[in-house]
Structures are given as structure tokens and as C-alpha cells.
């Protein structure tokens, strides 16, 4: 092993050597176990949140491919419709083209051409954090194999009759020309608008209604009024005609429950082409449609001649103004409102009346509703399935259609006279027409694409083969669970249980962890206007400053956001971004990973993460050393364990239990604590250093010489298999240096098996034994801390206790406590013996001791250095009490920085009382 850790070098050739040898392939033995990835679009880059998930599912895969199970993890990547077919109609713009300039076969060309070149780098992207996917198995949504599966999916739903095509209100994106589902529309905060009222004149009379609206534009296309039927305002109206201003059209008075009498002035203008709500009181009262805007929102040949073409929003004002002008204005007012806008063009929805397709979803939304009331399928945390249930229960058909070019073509075609055939080919298309006409006809394929959810709905059974029933399919599905986040639960989650349950008969995954968001130290979501996203490969690899700087205000457009960003950034990260590597950062999300909760990311504790990785190197140096010219593990010859050895291994056992517990319960994050405290404090801290004693003593047989070296082997290397799905690269590294000298062959530390606790039986007497050296030791070293007393000095030491067991313990370990604890004497005082003027700790009930007048030669010139020291940190304290009582700080000063000032001032505070302890027992000499 080098002498010092480098992880950029090992990492990237033990991820080559892996993928070389084709290990992440399904080979166990036993059960199957697999995991389909949440395929990433191919548009992008992985943010954070992928970094994250794919962390907890590699640690999953890794585990349970080490336990000996046939697993799969399926890798893959999403076409990812509207978005894909934006970067490349962008591309076109900036040369002046448009899509339809160049048609569709061509511009579908330039989409596979930009993927080509573009597509590789998720995949890079996943190598490099580590992810131990099948690569052989790598999928694409538009692969030939997943398009025959979209489209056998949509001819047998449609001939069962739960695919139809229908005119119905859909939201239309106006930029992208294509309609989107409820769940692509973006509803923010409420924006600033107005309520316009204006009067509707009663045909034959002198009264007027009152409308209230805030689209104006939207009248045009007017059908009726409604009131409450409960309105003692208007009942004498209900049934009366209303000449619409502008049109001269006459519409009725109705009478519907849905109008709010308190809102406005009671009276609800009809508009059932162009609202939701509209739509199905239109359909109760049998209301006609009239469409009044074309796919631009521009107004169409419906409207009077004067605004035809004109943009919605331009056709607003000139219809006030013409109201107004004809005295039918009677007031506006300021009025907030949730303004839909489509989550890609970003442009303020329409709802349309347009001809889609759609699937009949109750009959698919019942049987998956089942399954996870019957516990089919878990939710983790159980509380998301609530959220599920409420969906799923209020669940509307589903529109699939989009009008884009990129995608999978939906397989209908139609006759001149509108006639559509379903069919998984042309020629069957032509086939079914015959027989429906009786006469050869020209068939027109529809040009719409499927809604990209479609075929990711698919994504756990396509991926497998399906329609075949391939040995994959049968061997690896239903998989074992699904690791998401809760914004797809809809998009994604309900849909692959519908289409698995209807398509396979089996629930797609038994387990859906759905895990929080990673946001950053203040708990904001990360964003790039926000200017806080960090690239998870910025952390691996590190980045300067300035190239840190330019890719965080990239993109923004306004000025004084670029310099708030550029300030904060050099702020933040003054020398740039630091190399981590990928084992410390997949460490860092594993004991981010609280259940349930959203993720504060702090470089603080990626920082921390790689000093244990450099712990555990430097760990690993230290049993080479001492190994590296001793006899193999194997070599005969009697052994010895001293009580460290026995201890150790106990604690190992207990780690392993609790690790295997907490990783079947999703805790990562207590299974990373379990493995942290284990290596820093248990093995690296105290048994390294009571080994010492052992091996460098003459004292000591060869047999209990073996006995230490093989458990610093065997310890090691078990942990270190305990720890290889978190941090699966140093793990190899320092394992194929350890495995030999502790016994055990093969090629690479990932299909090991993962450690039981047979391997190690547990043993409470050792732990028992080691309590009382422990105490005395630490005892020790916290008196010297007190008095500022060099750790390498040895002390007497008194100590006392009240476990009778103790004794023993100590005198059979006696070298090993005085060796490790500095401890020039050691004296066992009965609980009730008086002691001289001592410095003393308690640890674990037990007393440990030693007397001042050993510890302190010059009294007064120990007291003249304590006062001296307290003088310096009461003047630190008060200068940031005095910040605090400046109310203009207060005032002003960011929330961290107040933070900071309150931490200092605890510290300081704590020290004080320290000093005051310390001069308290000078005093006494």
C-alpha cells in the first residue's frame, strides 16, 4: 500500500478492474434480488439527488450480492420526451431552423445524433460514484426490445378497452404545442392578477348580471351564466337569456351548486372550452363547446373578426377596453391567483379542447390500490403510502398523447374519414381496415407520441424482456424494492404498479423506499438561481475556484444575481472545491440517510468522512507493518488470545449484528454510525494501541503474539468486508493487501461474503474484562488533559471501584494498562479510602486518581499560569457578549453568523469553568 491515500487513482482503476471482469453481473446462487434504477433523463447530468439514491441502492446491491444472492441492479436511461426534444429544437433556433423546416424524420435523426454524443455521460457519471450495475444490461426507453413493449402494452389495453381517443379539456402547452398531464403542471404561489366585473344584460330587459372573471379573454366563448339555485337574487332569472356582449350571442341563466354565492358578485360566467370546472357543469346542463383559442393561445375564427389572431393576452386588454367603452365595465380589482404553467416551457397553460388519447385508469388503479393495502408492497416509511392512497382514490384518466416528434409514435392509423386501427405494425393497421371497410384505403399514421411516464411505467418488467418471458423475467421479477423520491410517487411509482399488476399479475417490487431531498447546511433547496447545487463529481474530484465560480452563474441573466452568487461562492469555498473522493462522499449521504426526513448537505461532513477514510488507511499500515515479516495466518503453532483480542472480536460481532439490522431497515444512517464508531473508536483507537504492548513487548510468547497478529488480521479484514458497500473502493484496495495474511482467497472483496456473526461469536465476558483497563487508561489521559500535563509523561495513578471483578482483570492485564496508560504506579484503593489532594476522573462509576503533589512541582507558578490563561479567554468572552449587545449587530448580522457568535461564547464559557476546576486544586497543594 502507498503511504499515503490517494482515492482519484484508486478508485477510477478498481472501478475499470470490477467492470473488466464483469462482477457486477448476476452470478449468486441464492435467492434473486434486484433493483431497477430510477432511469435518469438523457438530457441531464446526475445532480445530488441521483448521487444519493444511487448510494443507497449500491449499498443494497453490494450487500446482497455479497450474501451469496443473484442480484441485478438494472441500469438504464429515460428519453425523457419534451425534455430531450427542447435541447435539440434550441440547438436548431440558435442556427436559425426550425423543427418543421428540416421535418420530422430528419429532426428524430438529429435527437438520436445529440443522444450519441450526449448519452454517455450519465453513464460515466455512474461509474465514477461507483454504482455496480450490469452494464451488459444497459437500457434505453427507445431501445428496438422496450419499444416493442410500449407498443404491445397500448394495443391490449386498447382492445380491452381501456385506451380510448376522446375531445376532451386537456392543458396545453402553447410553446411546446402539446398537451400535458395534471402532473406536468406547475401551480406556484399566487401571482398578482385582477378580477374584472362586467355586466351582462338580460335579453327583453333593462337588467343586468353581474359577472365576475379573471380572464376576460375567455368570454368569448361564453355558453352560459350560472348562479346558486339557492340565490333568492337571482332565482327570478334562472331559465332567462343573456345577450353576450360583443358576439350578440344569446346564453342561458342556469342554476348549478358549484357557484359560490359569496364569491364576486354570485354570478358565474360559463366558459366550458376553457376551464376545467366549466367543462363539467357544461356537461350537466348540456352546454355547447366553443373553442376560441388555436394551438399559439391565439384567438381563432370562433371570435368576432376584430380579434381574430390576436394574442390571448393582447385580446384581454382589447376586449376591457371595448366592454368599458360600451359601459358594461363595472369595476376591477386586485386579485391574487394560481396561475398553471407547464413544468419545462415554464409558459402559462391553457385548458383545451383538443382530440387525445387516453387510458381508463379506475380499472388499473384498483387491483394496485389492493396490493398495497394487503401488504403486497411496502411503503418505507409506511406514512407515504397515505399519500398513495389519497391519489390513487381520487385518480383521473390518464392523458398519454403529446404532440412532439420525439418519442415512441403512438400505433394508430387513420382512413380519410377519421377511422383509427390500433395495431402493433402497419400492415396490420392495413389489415384490420379491410375488414372493417372491405376495400383497400390509405392510412395516415397518427403523429402524436406516448407521454414519456408511459414507458417508464414499463421500466421493471420491459427492462427484464417482456413480452418474452425470458429467463431474466422469470428469475429477477417482481424486484425486490424501489428506492425513489416522493415528488415521482405519482409520475411514476402508481404507474408501475398498475402496469406491472395488469401486464405480469405481479406487483412490480415488494419495498418502495422513498428517501428525502438533499438540500444544502441551511436547509434550502438546491437550485441554480439559488446558485447552491453542487455537482456530486465536484466533491469526488475536486474543482478550482474560478471554474467553481463560472459554473455556478452560467445561464443567469440578471447581473446583480451573477455577483451575489460569485460573492457567496469565493466566500464559501475560498480554494475551490476539495477533492473527496467517492467513498467519502458515498459515506456522507449513507449517515446523512435519516428516515423520512429531507437532507441538510454540510461539506463540513464530507471533510470529516475523508479523514476516516485516511483513519482507516493508515490503520491498515499499521497491521501490514506488524504483519508483513511474521508468519502467515496459516502457519501452525499454538495460539493465545490476550483479552484484547477476545474483546475486539466481540465488539466486531456486535457491529455486525447491528449493521445486517439496520441496513434491512433502510437506517443507513445508524449503520454508518454503527461501522464509524466501531473503526475510529473501538479498533483504531483502543485496539491498536493494546496491541502495542503485546507485540512490541519481550515478554510476550509467540503463541499470544499470533493470536494478536491474526486478530489484527482476521478483524480487518471481516470489517472491512462489513464495510464494502458503503465505501466500496478503499475496501478493495486495502483488502487484497490484508486477505492473504489473514487466510482468505479471492479475486476481489465484492463477492466475499458478507460477514455473519458466526464468524465471531459474541463474548460479554471479554467486553467486561476490558471495561476497567478502558477507564483507567482514559482516566489517565483526561487528568493530564486537565492540567495541561504532556500525554507521553507517565503519572501515578490510584483507582477505585465498586466491581468486584475488577481486580482480577486489572492484575492479569496489569502490563498492558500501565504500557498503554502511561501509568508509572498503579495502587487498587478500597471505595472508601481517603485520598490526598488528587486530580480525579469518574468513568463508569470507577474512580481514577493522582495525586497533586506528584503531578505540579511549583504550586504558585502553575496558579500564576492558570489566572494568566482565564484573563485571555474572559477578555475573548466578553468581546462577543459586547457583539450581542449591540442591537445593530444583532439587527443586521446574517442568522449563521449571530449562530457562530453563540457557539464561541459556549466555548469560551466551558473553558473558564476548566480553569476554575484546575486552580481549584492547585490552590490545595
Known sequence: MQKSYDPKDLEQRTYQRWEQHGWFKPSGQGSPYSIVIPPPNVTGTLHMGHAFQHTLMDVLTRQHRMQGENTLWQPGTDHAGIATQMVVERQLNAAGVHRRDIGREEFVKRVWDWKAQSGDTISRQERRIGNSVDWSRDRFTMDPGLSEAVTEVFVRLHEEGLIYRGKRLVNWDPVLHTALSDLEVLTSEKEPGSLWHFRYPIEGSSEHLVVATTRPETMLGDTAVAVHPEDERYKHLVGKQIRLPLTGRLIPVIADDYVDPAFGSGCVKITPAHDFNDYQIGQRHSLPLINVFDANAALNDEVPEKYRGLDRFVARKQIVADLEALGLLEKIEPHGLNVPRGDRSNAILEPWLTDQWYVRIVPLAEPAIECVKDGRIKFVPENWSKTYFQWMENIQDWCIS????????????????????????????????????????????????????????????????????????KSLYPTSVLVTGFDIIFFWVARMIMMGLKFTGEVPFREVYITGLIRDENGDKMSKSKGNIIDPLDLIDGIDLESLVAKRVTGLMQPQMKDKIEKNTRKQFPNGMAAYGADALRFTFCALATMGRDIRFDIGRIEGYRNFCNKLWNAARYVLMNLENAPPASASGPVEYSAADLWIRSRLSATIEDVRARLGEYRFDLAAQALYEFAWYEYCDWYLELSKPTLQSDQSSDAQKRGTRETLAHVLEAYLRLLHPLMPFLTEEIWQAVAPLAGRKGETIMLQPYPATTEFPRDLAAEATITPIKAIILGARQIRGQLDIPQAREIVVSYQTPEASDEASIKANLSVVRGVGKISELTLLASDATLPPSATASIDRRTISSPLAGLISDPQAELARLRKRKAKVQQDLAREEGKLRNEKFVANAPAEVVAEVNERIAEFKRQIAQLDEQEDMVSKL
Do not use: C, M
Not at 402497419?426 to 372493417?436: I, V
Not at 371497410?437 to 395516415?444: E, F, I, N, S, T
Open 402 to 473: 403529446r404532440q412532439l416528434w420525439w418519442g415512441h409514435q403512438i400505433p394508430a392509423w387513420y382512413d380519410d374519414e377519421g377511422n383509427h386501427y390500433v395495431a402493433r405494425t402497419e400492415a396490420l393497421a392495413y389489415q384490420h381496415a379491410r375488414l372493417k371497410l372491405g376495400r383497400d384505403v390509405k392510412l395516415k399514421r397518427d403523429e402524436d407520441v406516448l407521454d414519456t411516464w408511459f414507458s417508464s411505467a414499463l421500466w421493471p418488467f420491459s427492462t427484464l424482456g417482456w413480452p418474452d418471458q425470458t429467463k431474466e423475467l
